[in-house]
């Protein structure tokens, strides 16, 4: 898209806020605190799904990306995929090289190998080759990124609704099939792989297809709908937890097969209702947020190093209480926001200049 739409850097905002909040979370052994006997500490962990936030965001703009290409040839794919690779792997490779140098002695032995699974986006297929647990997203969205223009071509033959609805459907399958132990059973890279992630795509997918056809002009009660889409969210995610898929024995399967898309849904359902109700679609696009979206990439890179450098250099004195994770997360944005905004400038904004340039 050349134009930005704010709501959905804002969206971008909330997503990496999310990553590094679950993340600080965990990291101080999960702290416990609320109010009236609910944790409000475990409810935010909703944001610690904002990996497949970013995935339902991937879709959706890349359905506008790719539903302005009315011709889809293999060379527009090479020339789609050149540009992908100009945007995501430059600032990843350096990010991936100083994560390595740093933990050099935990990698020297397999170390070309390391760094070149991960040149390649292939690191989460490799025993050992991942150097760290966040990256493995990069990996399923490179693949999406490969696959998308074959998507586009089959809207030659099929309507978009039903292909991006079979997309979905696909998935849950996919994952039927894996928790029925008939595919990959003893998988153990099963839930960070493009197979069992692509159906949040298509959701991102069927947001860019619902909102350029314009099905819902005018949203009644828009604050109702968008608490609705949390609640869905909130659904979802408590689904496929472990007690509940124990608790549900047989079924665990099916519930498990669908459950992560139930939540990413309710994530679908709220953006529709920001980028359809102004009110909302402000708040959620407020400057502060938008800045941040943009650069949510360079803070989703860095984020794990500078969240360890914050808990190394004060692991005598944190603690799982619920004011060091207040502590801990506010002093790590004050290390991470100008770091990102500098990585950004070194090794991201001359992709979107060039884009301004040529278009």
């Given at each position: 898209m050349k134009d930005r739409i704010v709501c959905i850097d804002g969206w971008r905002a909330i997503a990496a806020l999310g990553v590094l909040y679950t993340h600080t979370w965990a990291a101080l052994n999960f702290p416990k605190g609320g109010l009236f006997?609910?944790?409000?500490?475990?409810?935010?962990?909703?944001?610690?799904?904002?990996?497949?936030?970013?995935?339902?965001?991937?879709?959706?703009?890349?359905?506008?990306?790719?539903?302005?290409?009315?011709?889809?040839?293999?060379?527009?794919?090479?020339?789609?995929?050149?540009?992908?690779?100009?945007?995501?792997?430059?600032?990843?490779?350096v990010a991936a090289a100083f994560v390595l140098f740093i933990n050099f002695n935990q990698f020297k032995i397999h170390f070309p190998l390391n760094y070149l699974a991960n040149l390649l986006f292939v690191q989460p297929y490799i025993e050992g080759a991942e150097i760290s647990g966040i990256y493995w997203s990069l990996s399923v969205e490179w693949?999406?990124?490969?696959?998308?223009?074959?998507i586009f071509y089959l809207t030659k033959f099929y309507s978009e609704l039903k292909l991006f609805c079979a997309l979905l459907i696909s998935c849950c399958l996919f994952n039927l099939l894996h928790y029925s132990h008939f595919l990959m059973p003893n998988s153990k890279i099963w839930y960070y792989g493009f197979l069992?992630?692509?159906?949040?795509?298509?959701?991102?997918?069927?947001?860019?297809?619902?909102?350029?056809?314009?099905?819902?002009?005018?949203?009644?009660?828009?604050?109702?709908?968008?608490?609705?889409?949390?609640l869905i969210a909130y659904v979802g995610k408590w689904l496929f937890t472990a007690p509940t898929l124990q608790a549900v024995g047989q079924y665990a399967s099916v519930l498990a097969s669908i459950a992560p898309f139930i939540m990413t849904f309710g994530f679908t359902s709220m953006i529709y209702v920001s980028l359809n109700a102004e009110g909302i679609g402000r708040i959620i696009g407020n400057p502060l947020f938008s800045w941040l979206g943009r650069i949510s990439y360079s803070f989703y890179l860095w984020h794990a190093v500078v969240l360890d450098f914050v808990m190394l250099i004060g692991r005598n004195y944190w603690k799982s209480t619920p004011s060091h994770l207040v502590y801990v997360f506010l002093i790590t944005l004050l290390f991470l926001l100008p770091l990102s905004k500098l990585n950004y400038h070194l090794l991201e904004s001359f992709y979107f200049t060039d884009v301004k340039k040529k278009a």
């Open positions: 006997g609910i944790d409000i500490f475990k409810m935010l962990n909703i944001l610690g799904q904002g990996v497949h936030l970013f995935f339902v965001i991937s879709g959706f703009c890349f359905y506008w990306v790719m539903n302005n290409k009315r011709q889809f040839s293999f060379k527009n794919a090479v020339d789609f995929w050149k540009k992908r690779w100009k945007r995501i792997a430059p600032a990843f490779y693949i999406f990124y490969l696959v998308l223009p074959f069992a992630n692509y159906g949040h795509f298509a959701w991102g997918l069927l947001l860019g297809y619902a909102h350029k056809q314009q099905l819902i002009r005018q949203i009644p009660y828009p604050k109702c709908l968008f608490i609705g889409g949390l």
